[in-house]
């Protein structure tokens, strides 16, 4: 998020901004931020995910520089099979889901990071599913 700290927050898009508020929060921290069906992350996480992941790193507007955002996602079905790569791997993961119906937000929808996971614990899954294998992570619920 250098490209970020640079530029005033306030002149991105309000989804950027609330992007921004909540990856300040978690900094050592990739993070999956939910926007319908999948998680997307920016900026540096979108580069890192993209290059560990083996996924297509895109972009989408462009910044209050004049430059594109660097963009890449897993669907939210999927995570099970994309977290614990990166945990694995040595990164720490925040899960930010959508907190209110879509269809009933006024403006943004609501966001929040609801679970952080990090490697070198046990556990059998990421997000309570059966069908991940064990792996090394410690998920918290925020």
């Not at 910044?63 to 963009?71: F, N, Y």
């Not at 309570?128 to 992570?137: A, H, I, L, T, Y």
């Amino acid at each position: 998020m250098k490209e970020a700290a640079k530029e005033s927050v306030e002149n991105f898009t309000p989804l950027m901004r609330q992007y921004h508020r909540i990856k300040k929060r978690y900094p050592n921290a990739i993070l999956f931020y939910r926007m319908g069906d999948f998680y997307e992350m920016f900026f540096e996480d979108a580069v890192v995910a993209s290059k560990e992941l083996g996924i297509t790193l895109t972009s989408r507007d462009k910044g209050p520089d004049g430059k594109r955002i660097p963009m890449a996602g897993v669907p939210y079905h999927a995570v099970d099979n994309y977290l614990p790569r990166l945990v694995e791997k040595g990164y720490k993961v925040a899960i930010c889901e959508q907190v209110e119906d879509p269809k009933k937000a006024k403006g943004i929808v609501k966001r929040e990071v609801v679970r952080v996971v990090t490697p070198w614990r046990f556990l059998t899954s990421p997000l309570g599913s059966s069908s991940v294998k064990r792996w090394r992570g410690t998920c918290w619920r925020v």
